[in-house]
């Protein structure tokens, strides 16, 4: 009978253990979610947003990078780990997802969204090097047909507008016109260069709201610091 009830005390805690280790996956799956947006849809936001003025914003902090970047308190964020964007002949880190949705987005289902930005790092194969301002210019010139500088923030930093290529469909270098065809988003791309380091920011909304998200999407652009 004392062997009886051991065995049953045993199962009984193998099983509670177990289920907490599910529990914790399944919590660590939501609070993780964002990859990518390619299997989100993009919504018009039908409530009022607020004046640029009154957006409150959060600090987000990523010490492997050493960059600090402060985004609007009413989004939601997901770190993304560093995991690979394969586009060759560069790979692309996948660091954070920052985006406006009514609520969270689960790994597992559907979602609607309403805006997002989505910080990538350039990971640069031995054969590319981007060791100036000119290198750097040079390696954007090759890949975005038409942009503009948008700021130059002192002789280390500079910061580049893509104003029609975009390179965020699996991989691809695509055209604001494709964007327009698979539901009409606008989409923003940034590039900074600073110190050896290789960012580029995608910005993306439905094109009617794109004018009431620019003040949320420039509050991270401006933001976006290697420390």
């Not at 990078?65 to 996948?94: A, C, M």
């Not at 750097?136 to 090759?142: E, P, T």
């Not at 390179?167 to 065809?181: A, H, K, R, S």
């Amino acid at each position: 009978m004392q062997k009886n009830s051991k065995l049953i005390f045993l199962l009984i805690s193998i099983t509670i253990i177990t289920l907490g280790y599910y529990m914790l996956l399944k919590y660590n799956n939501k609070t993780n979610v964002v990859v990518d947006d390619t299997k989100l849809s993009f919504v018009d936001q039908t409530s009022s947003l607020v004046a640029k003025d009154e957006i409150k914003s959060q600090k987000y902090q990523n010490t492997d990078h050493n960059i600090t970047i402060n985004y609007p308190k009413s989004w939601f964020k997901s770190d993304l780990g560093g995991q690979k964007n394969v586009t060759k002949p560069d790979v692309r880190e996948n660091i954070v997802y920052f985006y406006d949705a009514k609520d969270q987005v689960e790994s597992d289902k559907n979602q609607d969204i309403y805006a997002s930005v989505k910080i990538i790092r350039y990971v640069l194969g031995s054969e590319t090097k981007i060791d100036s301002a000119d290198s750097w210019y040079n390696f954007i010139n090759n890949r975005v047909e038409n942009y503009k500088i948008s700021t130059l923030a002192e002789a280390s930093e500079y910061q580049l507008n893509s104003v029609s290529k975009l390179g965020d469909i699996d991989g691809n270098w695509v055209t604001e016109e494709q964007y327009q065809e698979i539901g009409g988003i606008k989409a923003k791309d940034i590039y900074i260069y600073h110190d050896g380091e290789f960012y580029q920011l995608i910005c993306k909304t439905k094109e009617g709201k794109y004018s009431d998200y620019l003040p949320y999407f420039y509050l991270i652009i401006n933001s976006f610091k290697i420390n």
